[in-house]
């Protein structure tokens, strides 16, 4: 038997053009690049974690997308288990946009993205 609790989830992102104009896009990506020649191919790209406290208490949204676990809540179903909304709402994957790369003069193997400034 599954235990579930229902928690609060972030709002949801229904347009994503705002985040165009201020936040990493491919273009700054490419332009990062462009100005970071001597970086590897095997290069890690790190994000950055923020805290729960942006989307719980700042109104951070999020765009959600079904991962794995959604499929596997889904294929519960077919064997008679009762999935709700709130699991598989909860189960998604959640995206938020970068706000910016970069590098640091500690280590100048990897890059470093950040979700907030």
């Not at 609790?5 to 972030?10: A, G, V």
Request: proline letters at 2%; hydrophobic letters at 35%.
């Amino acid at each position: 038997m599954r235990e579930f609790m229902e928690k609060s989830l972030p709002k949801e992102i229904k347009d994503l053009d705002y985040y165009r104009s201020c936040h990493l896009t491919i273009g700054r990506l490419r332009e990062f690049l462009a100005e970071n020649q001597d970086l590897d191919d095997d290069a890690l790209m790190l994000v950055e974690r923020v805290h729960d406290v942006y989307y719980n208490e700042h109104g951070w949204a999020v765009v959600y997308k079904k991962g794995d676990m959604c499929y596997m809540l889904k294929k519960l179903e077919a064997f008679g288990e009762i999935v709700t909304d709130a699991e598989l709402q909860e189960s998604m994957n959640q995206y938020h946009p970068a706000w910016c790369i970069t590098r640091y003069a500690d280590d100048k193997k990897d890059v470093y993205i950040h979700l907030h400034y």
